[in-house]
């Protein structure tokens, strides 16, 4: 099956800098990588994802990077906000539809 | 907030009882998923339906555990004679299960056996 590896498992940042989380898969099969921040007590919620056939993604303060080749993908959020705070999971699958496999998560906290 | 709905958010019981979850999924969606996540871990597959087949289920799923969709829309998720490794939340998910469509998780219930 599928494994996934997530670093690192906990980051603090000042305000307003960036924040990289860290993500490689084993099955080249898979095809589909979404991620999720899940704050204390919260659902899981998705922030951003992307397909095989994208290199990279971006959605205002937050992108996404995939190396197919390498097998990783990675997490950027720029001019970070308390608000970022919260755990952060990478997921990775062979298809929207099926079992997600995901990471063990890395707890971000954004330092005013 | 309309999305996937899951009763009851807490459960406590005592160890060897049995539980019942229920997850009422978005009512487009035909896929519905079960995962458990235990506290510092990311969600664990446990099983899912497509409608009201269950497609797959994980080698975590035990014969304690079942779960139904029976007409393909609400499902439930029962755990027989509790464990105290058992303690974990339960989260449900439900998807339309087409390309560039993730997840939409409900809030879970969590579940604690004393």
């Known amino acids: 099956g599928e494994n996934v590896e997530q670093h690192p498992s906990t980051l603090s940042v000042q305000e307003g800098d960036s924040a990289v989380i860290k993500c490689t898969y084993s099955d080249s099969a898979s095809n589909y990588f979404p991620w999720y921040k899940q704050e204390l007590g919260k659902r899981p919620q998705l922030i951003i994802d992307i397909r095989s056939n994208v290199g990279e993604k971006k959605d205002q303060r937050i992108a996404v990077t995939l190396n197919k080749t390498a097998k990783h993908f990675s997490l950027h959020i720029t001019e970070t906000q308390p608000e970022d705070s919260a755990v952060y999971f990478c997921a990775a699958s062979k298809g929207t539809g099926n079992q997600f496999y995901f990471g063990t998560g890395t707890s971000l906290t954004v330092i005013p | 907030d309309t999305g996937v709905s899951q009763d009851p958010r807490h459960k406590i019981t005592k160890r060897g009882q049995n539980v019942t979850f229920r997850c009422d999924p978005i009512s487009e969606h035909n896929r519905l998923y079960w995962y458990r996540q235990t506290l510092g871990q990311g969600p664990e597959f446990l099983t899912y339906f497509q409608n009201e087949a269950q497609l797959e289920k994980s080698r975590l799923l035990s014969d304690r555990f079942s779960a139904e969709r029976p007409k393909g829309s609400f499902s439930t998720l029962e755990i027989q004679r509790t464990e105290q490794g058992d303690s974990a939340m339960y989260l449900c998910?439900?998807?339309?299960?087409?390309?560039?469509?993730?997840?939409?998780f409900g809030s879970g219930t969590r579940l604690t056996v004393v």
């Open positions: 998910a439900s998807s339309l299960g087409t390309p560039g469509y993730g997840y939409t």
